[in-house]
């Protein structure tokens, strides 16, 4: 169980969102109100992503979707 554990510890899909919590956390000096708003903003521009892309691909249904560029990775 222990093997287990370390190995999942050591996975990006673990560590990368801890390291990014314990930056922000780190650069908002702990304060979790301002750690949480900036959480939700985040959130929320996502979502907002999120739903912009598939309102254009239902609007253009028969063409292929096409990649809509966000701030974190183009």
């Not at 370390?6 to 702990?30: C, E, G, H």
């Not at 750690?35 to 903003?41: A, D, G, Q, T, Y």
């Not at 985040?42 to 979707?65: D, E, I, M, N, P």
């Amino acid at each position: 169980m222990k093997d287990l554990i370390a190995k999942q510890l050591y996975q990006p899909a673990v560590v990368l969102p801890l390291l990014l919590l314990m930056r922000l956390m780190v650069t908002l000096d702990f304060n979790l109100a301002q750690v949480m708003f900036v959480m939700v903003l985040k959130g929320s521009q996502h979502a907002y992503q999120f739903a912009l892309r598939h309102t254009v691909a239902r609007q253009r249904s028969s063409v292929a979707v096409k990649h809509l560029p966000c701030n974190n990775c183009c």
